[in-house]
């Protein structure tokens, strides 16, 4: 069920404990955009609690689907024509939301994954060509003919680490699009983000970063730097 319909969905709801029972299959079609649930008409008072549950329900429903960080186009249409002609590769795609929504717009993409890090079938059945192969992999092939790195959520283990620093061996003027949490936070470990610096470009921060959009709770936001 597509985000921009779930008003319609909550809306039959006649009590908050209808919320348990709700089964959101989420169709492979990016949303415009992350609903506001604070102004779905459902109730005549909807307290906060009430409307975490709601988020809580479809956050759970979209990540059963492959996608962790939310691909909108609110924040993908101005990333495509912030990317305009660069190469890009896309590292731990997973289902590959992300290369998928950039190959709609015609982006230069090339998604990777060898799915080593999660167990669950779904994530078998990617909505796009993603290549079986990890991310150190993936960028020694296509690291030296790459503008762009992005990678959204990665583990939180090295890797992210290792990536960035060959990356900066072989093609040290390519940049990385980082998508995630930061210090202390559930994606990439500590040694990346001592060794990962912000690029300041306004142009990616006015009209790209700026328009990201996260879950609740959730503290994952983009940045554009690369290894030092």
């Given amino acids: 069920m597509n985000a921009l319909k779930l008003d319609k969905l909550f809306y039959q709801l006649k009590k908050t404990d209808d919320i348990s029972g709700l089964n959101i299959q989420i169709e492979t079609k990016i949303p ?3 609903p506001d649930f604070g102004k779905l008409p459902i109730f005549e008072e ?6 975490r549950r709601l988020e809580a329900c479809l956050k759970s429903a979209y990540q059963s689907a492959g996608m962790f960080g939310f691909v909108s186009w609110k924040w993908v249409n101005p990333f495509v024509d912030w990317i305009d002609d ?3 590769l896309e590292i731990m795609a997973g289902r590959g939301w992300l290369t998928y929504a950039l190959k709609q717009k015609g982006v230069n993409v090339v998604g990777t994954d ?13 909505l796009t060509d ?14 030296k003919d790459i503008d762009l790195l992005i990678c959204s959520w990665p583990w939180l283990d090295q890797t ?28 990439a470990d500590d040694h990346f983000h001592q060794h990962f610096k912000e690029i300041k470009d ?6 790209v970063k700026s328009k990201y959009e996260q879950w609740d709770m959730h503290q994952d936001h983009m940045m554009l730097g690369r290894f030092i």
């Fill in 46 to 51: 909807i307290d906060k609690q009430y409307v």
């Fill in 130 to 143: 993603i290549l079986a192969l990890d991310a150190v992999d993936a960028v020694r092939t296509y690291g």
């Fill in 114 to 126: 060898n799915y080593s890090w999660f167990g669950s079938d779904l994530w078998n059945v990617p």
């Fill in 160 to 187: 992210m680490y290792q990536v960035a620093k060959l990356l900066s061996e072989i093609n040290p003027s390519a940049r990385i699009v980082y998508i995630g949490e930061g210090w202390g936070g559930l994606t």
């Fill in 202 to 207: 306004d142009v990616f921060e006015m009209r």
């Fill in 86 to 88: 660069k190469r890009c």
């Fill in 32 to 34: 415009e955009a992350m």
